[in-house]
Nanobody, 122 residues
Framework: QVRVMESGGGLVQPGGSLRLSCAAS????????MEWHRQVLGEQREWVAG???????AFADSVKGRFTVSRDNAKNTVYLQMNSLKPEDTAVYYC????????????????WGSGTQVTVSS
Protein backbone atom coordinates (compact mmCIF):
# COMPACT_ATOMS: atom_id res chain seq x y z
CA GLN A 1 0.00 0.00 0.00
CA VAL A 2 1.09 3.57 -0.74
CA ARG A 3 0.18 6.44 1.56
CA VAL A 4 -0.32 9.89 0.05
CA MET A 5 -0.35 12.99 2.25
CA GLU A 6 -1.02 16.59 1.24
CA SER A 7 0.04 19.58 3.31
CA GLY A 8 0.41 23.35 3.07
CA GLY A 9 -3.19 24.46 2.82
CA GLY A 10 -4.60 27.37 4.74
CA LEU A 11 -6.24 30.77 4.58
CA VAL A 12 -4.81 33.40 2.25
CA GLN A 13 -6.01 36.76 0.92
CA PRO A 14 -6.82 37.26 -2.75
CA GLY A 15 -3.61 37.84 -4.67
CA GLY A 16 -1.58 35.88 -2.16
CA SER A 17 0.36 32.65 -2.53
CA LEU A 18 0.46 29.16 -1.04
CA ARG A 19 2.70 26.17 -1.65
CA LEU A 20 1.17 22.71 -1.33
CA SER A 21 3.17 19.52 -0.88
CA CYS A 22 2.25 15.92 -1.68
CA ALA A 23 4.42 13.10 -0.38
CA ALA A 24 4.07 9.39 -1.17
CA SER A 25 5.40 6.64 1.08
CA UNK A 26 4.88 2.98 1.92
CA UNK A 27 5.40 -0.13 -0.18
CA UNK A 28 8.06 -0.56 -2.81
CA UNK A 29 7.04 1.49 -5.84
CA UNK A 30 8.16 3.94 -8.48
CA UNK A 31 6.16 7.04 -9.40
CA UNK A 32 4.96 7.54 -12.94
CA UNK A 33 2.90 10.68 -12.45
CA MET A 34 1.56 12.95 -9.74
CA GLU A 35 -1.56 15.08 -10.15
CA TRP A 36 -3.41 17.79 -8.28
CA HIS A 37 -7.20 17.92 -8.21
CA ARG A 38 -9.59 20.14 -6.29
CA GLN A 39 -13.19 19.92 -5.21
CA VAL A 40 -15.77 22.36 -3.88
CA LEU A 41 -18.62 20.98 -1.78
CA GLY A 42 -21.48 20.00 -4.07
CA GLU A 43 -19.37 20.12 -7.23
CA GLN A 44 -17.39 17.59 -9.24
CA ARG A 45 -13.72 17.09 -8.57
CA GLU A 46 -11.63 19.11 -11.02
CA TRP A 47 -8.20 18.27 -12.39
CA VAL A 48 -5.80 21.17 -11.74
CA ALA A 49 -2.25 20.19 -12.66
CA GLY A 50 0.15 17.30 -12.96
CA UNK A 51 3.61 16.02 -13.76
CA UNK A 52 4.42 12.97 -15.86
CA UNK A 53 7.27 10.51 -15.51
CA UNK A 54 9.41 12.45 -17.99
CA UNK A 55 8.93 15.71 -16.09
CA UNK A 56 6.31 17.22 -18.37
CA UNK A 57 3.85 19.50 -16.59
CA ALA A 58 0.30 20.47 -17.51
CA PHE A 59 -2.30 22.81 -16.05
CA ALA A 60 -5.99 23.49 -16.25
CA ASP A 61 -6.91 26.67 -18.10
CA SER A 62 -8.33 28.14 -14.90
CA VAL A 63 -4.92 28.13 -13.19
CA LYS A 64 -2.52 28.40 -16.13
CA GLY A 65 -0.01 31.19 -15.62
CA ARG A 66 -0.65 31.32 -11.87
CA PHE A 67 0.22 27.82 -10.65
CA THR A 68 3.43 25.85 -11.13
CA VAL A 69 4.37 22.24 -10.32
CA SER A 70 7.72 20.78 -9.35
CA ARG A 71 8.96 17.36 -8.18
CA ASP A 72 11.57 16.09 -5.78
CA ASN A 73 12.01 12.50 -6.90
CA ALA A 74 14.37 11.64 -4.05
CA LYS A 75 11.60 12.52 -1.58
CA ASN A 76 8.71 11.16 -3.68
CA THR A 77 7.17 14.60 -3.36
CA VAL A 78 5.39 16.99 -5.70
CA TYR A 79 4.76 20.67 -5.01
CA LEU A 80 2.03 22.98 -6.22
CA GLN A 81 3.02 26.65 -6.08
CA MET A 82 -0.12 28.77 -6.22
CA ASN A 83 0.27 32.48 -6.95
CA SER A 84 -2.21 35.29 -7.57
CA LEU A 85 -4.86 33.31 -5.77
CA LYS A 86 -8.51 34.09 -6.35
CA PRO A 87 -11.59 33.33 -4.26
CA GLU A 88 -12.57 30.86 -7.00
CA ASP A 89 -9.50 28.80 -6.06
CA THR A 90 -11.07 27.98 -2.70
CA ALA A 91 -11.44 24.20 -2.50
CA VAL A 92 -10.08 21.03 -0.98
CA TYR A 93 -6.98 20.11 -2.94
CA TYR A 94 -6.21 16.42 -3.47
CA CYS A 95 -3.07 14.71 -4.69
CA UNK A 96 -3.22 11.59 -6.88
CA UNK A 97 -0.09 9.50 -7.32
CA UNK A 98 0.18 7.07 -10.24
CA UNK A 99 2.74 4.41 -9.38
CA UNK A 100 4.23 1.14 -10.51
CA UNK A 101 4.00 -1.28 -7.61
CA UNK A 102 6.95 -3.67 -7.31
CA UNK A 103 6.15 -5.81 -4.29
CA UNK A 104 5.03 -8.56 -4.54
CA UNK A 105 4.20 -8.14 -8.22
CA UNK A 106 4.57 -5.32 -10.70
CA UNK A 107 1.45 -3.41 -11.69
CA UNK A 108 0.17 0.15 -12.06
CA UNK A 109 -2.04 1.68 -9.38
CA UNK A 110 -3.45 5.05 -8.32
CA UNK A 111 -3.50 6.38 -4.75
CA TRP A 112 -5.22 9.49 -3.41
CA GLY A 113 -4.49 11.68 -0.44
CA SER A 114 -7.20 12.88 1.93
CA GLY A 115 -6.94 16.51 0.84
CA THR A 116 -5.89 19.87 2.23
CA GLN A 117 -8.17 22.91 2.48
CA VAL A 118 -7.28 26.10 0.63
CA THR A 119 -9.40 29.15 1.41
CA VAL A 120 -8.91 32.43 -0.45
CA SER A 121 -10.79 35.24 1.26
CA SER A 122 -10.30 38.79 2.46
Amino acid sequence: QVRVMESGGGLVQPGGSLRLSCAASGSTFSINAMEWHRQVLGEQREWVAGTSADGTTAFADSVKGRFTVSRDNAKNTVYLQMNSLKPEDTAVYYCKVVVIMKDPIQYEADFWGSGTQVTVSS
